[in-house]
Structure formats: C-alpha cells, structure tokens
C-alpha cells in the first residue's frame, strides 16, 4: 500500500502554479511523473502524489525539477486566472477514476499524435535529403556531362588541327612532288636539247667524212650508236623448291614433334582399322575415324538419341575394337534403354581390353566404376 503524500505547498501566479512535494530520497531514476491537462500524478515507491487540478493546465510546456529529497512542478496555465483551490473539491471515487482514465487516454492520445508527427517530421527530413541528395545527384550528372561536352569540343578541335595539319602536310608534299616533276621534265628537255645538238654535230661531221667512204662512215655510226644505246639485260631462271609438307601450314608456324606424333597415331589407327567393311564406301574420309564416331555418338547421348548412339558406337567399333570407351559408351545407351545384359557385355569387353581383373559386380555398379574411372 503506497503512502499518500499530502504535506505539500503551492502557490500560485495568474498564469503558472507551482507545487512543491517533499519526497525522501527521490532521485531522477526512481520517480515516475505523469501529468495530463486536469491530472498530475508522481509514483516513487514507497510514497504516491496524486492531485486532481482545478483548471487545465500546458502539460507540454510545463516542467518538473527534481532534486533535494523534493520534486517543484511549474505548470503553466491554459487561461491566466486564479483558482480558488489546488484540486477539485467534492470529487468522489468514480469521477476519480474517470479523471485518471481519461488522462490516460489523452496521454496515449498525445503519444500517438507525437509518434506520428515525429514519423511525418522524419519522411520530411527523408523525403528534404533525397531531394538534396537528388539535386546533388542532378549537378554531378550536369558537371559530368559539361565535362564530356568540353572533352569532346577539345578533342573534336585537336582531330580538326591535325586534319589541317594533314591537309597541309600532303599539300606540302604535292608541292614538292609537282617541283620534282618540273625539275625532272626540265633537266630531260635539256638532255633532249643536248642530244639533239649532238645530232646536229654528228651530221656535219659525217658530211665531211663522206669522201673517206662507205665502210669509213657505216664504222663510225655503228660506234656512235654503241655509246648512245645501253647493253640489253642478261636473261636468267631462278628455281625455287619448297619444303615438302603433310599439313597445310608454313613449316615455322607448325611443332614438329605434335604433328610427328598425330601422324603416328594416325598410321597405327589405320593399321588397326578392318578395311574391308562395306558400309565405309559411302562414309567421308573423316567419317571412317573412330574417334570422330566416339564424338558423333557422345553428342546424340546427350540429345538423348540412345538407338542412333549405339550405331555410332558400333560402326567406331567395327573400325577399332581395341579403344574401352567406345565399349563403355555403349554400355551407356544401352543400360538408359534398360538392356541390362548388353551393358554388363559391354562393360566387361571394356575392362578385358583394359586388362582389368573382373569379378561379380552388379550391373549398376560396374557402370558406376567404369564412369568414375574414364571420368564421364
């Protein structure tokens, strides 16, 4: 049972009251105030205050001090009046109860209303930050965008004075080209006009050595002519022979030793082939290999194409019957068409070639090994 307080005082101002409640050891952390328009209640085990007001009071604006073995309220009144007394008087047990409910109500009222301003004060302050943050947002983009005009505008007038630098420079070199030319056409026309005065003199001359003769005169321009006519080109062959190759590639772009190694493997594939099997007439050349075959059948398992599979398999069997995965292939097909028995034939035939030692598996099983063992 909490001890009712009442040796308290009051006084009083046209627009505030204040009460001073004495409470023994009363601390900040221990009381618990609460307050409404027409109710004021503090709660410090083991001591309870509890008034009832006379009139409304601010309860937003008013303030408690604890502090002193003693808590001081200033409540601030909502119209500036004196009142008669501190609490109401002739307040029986029930109209109590309805005072306290009703605070309580406009309390959680109150709180509710806070809660909610708070929420729409803080969507305020997110909905002012995005904005903020979204101009920011917006002048970056702009200063960016301003920055790649600029760049561009610069580098469009750089890629315009290296134009013109080009232009000039082949014009330059036209200019130069067309004085070449002239000088070229000049100096043939002085060589021309040289000749021809050579011409002229050889002719006076002939005409005075005419009386030395016909074979004298024939000697003469036969000479002339040597000096003034060059010797003809030598004709010759030139013979290029050409390393012999197997593949199409130039020699130093090959490795000799891989594609000594192919060919080998090729020769002993070839060997090992039974050429008499009349279906190989109408097949490709790279048809007949049965590792082209083994990847033919690998892509119709995968297709899920089991029967089409199996005869891949079979005719790359045909062709070597020494290689165990074209056995375990097969194995395969079969054993997803449930043919048991030629799974285990075919599985056993791989492990023979293998020379592996062969014991009472279950189908299954052996299936499973023989995939973990050529890691399918």
Known sequence: MPLQVSDYSWQQTRTAVFISVPLRGVSVRDADVFCTENYLKVNCPPFLFEVFLYAPIDDESSKAKIGNDTIVFTLHKKEAAMWETLSLSGVDKEMMQRIREKSILQAQESAKEAMEAKAGARREDQKYTL????????????????????????????????????????????????????????????????????????????????????????????????????APRSVGNIKINFTPRVFPTALRESQVAEEEEWLHKQA???????????????LKEEEKNP?????????????????????????????????????????????????????IEDSSKAYRIMKLPLRLIHPTKLYKMMLRRFGI
């Not at 301003?146 to 561009?152: V, Y």
């Not at 070839?270 to 050429?275: F, L, V």
């Not at 075959?293 to 089991?306: I, R, S, V």
Request: with cysteine; charged share 40%; hydrophobic share 35%.
């Open 131 to 230: 904005n903020v943050m979204m101009k920011i947002e917006e002048e970056e983009r702009k200063r960016i965008e301003d920055m790649k005009e600029n760049e561009r505008i610069k580098a469009t007038k750089e890629l315009e004075a290296w134009k013109e630098r080009q232009r000039k420079a082949e014009e330059h070199k036209i200019i130069q080209r067309e004085e070449k030319l002239y000088q070229q056409e000049k100096q043939i026309e002085e060589e021309r006009k040289k000749l021809k005065h050579k011409g002229l003199t050889r002719n006076s001359v002939s005409r005075n050595l005419v009386t030395k003769g016909r074979n004298s005169e024939n000697i003469f321009f036969e000479k002339l002519k040597e000096d003034s006519i060059p």
């Open 268 to 282: 002993e594939a070839r060997r090992a082939m039974n050429t008499d099997i009349p279906e190989l007439c109408d």
């Open 291 to 343: 590792e082209w075959l083994k990847d033919k059948g690998n892509k119709l398992f995968a297709t899920e194409n089991y029967l089409a599979a199996i005869n891949a398999y079979n005719l790359a069997i045909r062709l070597n019957n020494k290689i165990p995965l074209l056995y375990l292939n097969r194995a395969a097909c079969h054993l997803k068409l449930k043919n048991l028995h030629k799974a």
